[in-house]
């Protein structure tokens, strides 16, 4: 999918530097005997997935380890690295092609939460990428954990990367130091569903963040689990930085309005991207029975600073935010734009070449509608419509 003028698609893949140096980093931790320098031996197998299924269920299901000292065992540390830190970089690198503006050369990077370093290095990679290696960028990782950012210094190789001890939503006194400067993109992955907080404190921890720290025509990205409480909890945290303290929301939302997927209870909005997973992550999906290494889901909220001039869109353009299964002669999806949260559906026997790409949207694409009519079931994707995937 080609995004708002930035290159690549999907979520693409984990760069096999960082796949090696993250196998031989968990194996470190892990104490695993060694294999191939890419993936996992026979021998380790069992092992590595014991300790990865742990840290799965204590992220996923009652999230007891969803917090800070987590990273401080040996175990989960190197869990994570074989497990979560692919997935992490790829989602991040997703996100960060879903903005509607490219950072600008020269970006600096704020990772508040980074952990190890996933996001911090996904980002300096989309930077490397859009602008060359040759311009230099700054990203300054921060975390609670010193035993992660250890790990992110390993990962980063020295180099453009920093780290800083710093807990977001904590009192001054209990961190390390303030953070200096202004950054072009400020970004937090996984880190509010984490804080003991409500969502007015959630919100007002991370409207301070960019009060402080964000530059003129920057960004923030806040990405959270594709779970329902998590995603609910990211688009309450968005309504409150747009309606309380004057963010504009940028991606994935059209729209300045109350997040529409808040009016129904089981409604929630995330993007959804095939990857190429690392050999060491099949290996590991296959063993724990789990899809991780098929496609990543992720929940995603994008704002700019108050008084950021906003980019013109027309009306006619919405953003996928839900695809039904598939029903019997008709493929119907859900969109959103300021016209609300709605149903749009095409019949096969409708299907032209100027509306053929309506088959394969996917959650998180931007499309181009024209020429749709209403009906009792909401928008109608009819012979004469067009759809232009953006």
């Not at 320098?37 to 299901?61: C, M, T």
Request: net charge positive.
């Amino acid at each position: 999918m080609e995004s708002d003028g930035q290159p690549g698609s999907g979520a693409g893949s984990v760069p096999r530097r960082h796949a090696v140096a993250l196998l031989s980093r968990a194996r470190a931790l892990l104490g695993l005997a060694g294999g191939p320098p890419d993936r996992l031996a026979p021998g380790e197998l069992k092992a590595a997935a014991k300790v990865v299924s742990a840290l799965h269920e204590g992220l996923i299901g009652e999230r007891t380890l969803s917090n800070a000292a987590t990273y401080g065992v040996r175990e989960h540390l190197g869990a994570y690295l074989l497990w979560w830190w692919p997935q992490s970089y790829a989602k991040v690198r997703a996100a960060l092609r879903l903005l509607p503006e490219a950072p600008p050369a020269g970006a600096r990077v704020l990772d508040l939460g980074a952990g190890p370093g996933p996001g911090a290095l996904a980002a300096l990679d989309h930077l490397r990428e859009l602008h060359g290696e040759g311009v230099p960028s700054e990203v300054l990782a921060t975390d609670a954990s010193e035993p992660a950012l250890a790990e992110a210094r390993a990962l980063a190789g020295g180099g453009a990367l920093r780290t800083q001890r710093f807990l977001l939503g904590a009192p001054q006194a209990s961190a390390d130091a303030a953070i200096a400067g202004r950054f072009e993109l400020l970004l937090a992955s996984n880190v509010l569903s984490e804080l003991p907080l409500t969502t007015a404190q959630r919100a007002r921890a991370a409207a301070d963040l960019a009060e402080r720290n964000l530059a003129s025509g920057g960004v923030l990205l806040l990405l959270e689990p594709a779970l329902r409480e998590t995603g609910r909890a990211l688009l309450e945290v968005r309504d409150a930085l747009v309606a309380t303290h004057g963010l504009r929301a940028v991606a994935p939302c059209l729209t300045q309005r109350p997040c529409p997927a808040l009016a129904a209870p089981r409604d929630w909005c995330t993007a959804a991207r095939p990857w190429q997973a690392p050999p060491h992550l099949v290996q590991l999906a296959r063993e724990l029975g789990l899809r991780a290494d098929e496609e990543l889901s992720f929940a995603f909220v994008a704002l700019s600073a108050p008084g950021t001039p906003m980019r013109e869109r027309p009306a006619d353009l919405f953003r996928v935010v839900g695809l039904p299964p598939r029903e019997k002669g008709k493929k119907r999806i859900f969109v959103c734009n300021d016209l609300g949260r709605l149903p749009a559906s095409r019949l096969d026997r409708e299907e032209t070449p100027a509306n053929a790409s309506f088959a394969i949207l996917e959650r998180g694409d931007l499309v181009q509608l024209r020429g749709l009519s209403s009906r009792g079931d909401g928008l109608r994707v009819g012979a004469a419509s067009t759809v232009e995937r953006k």
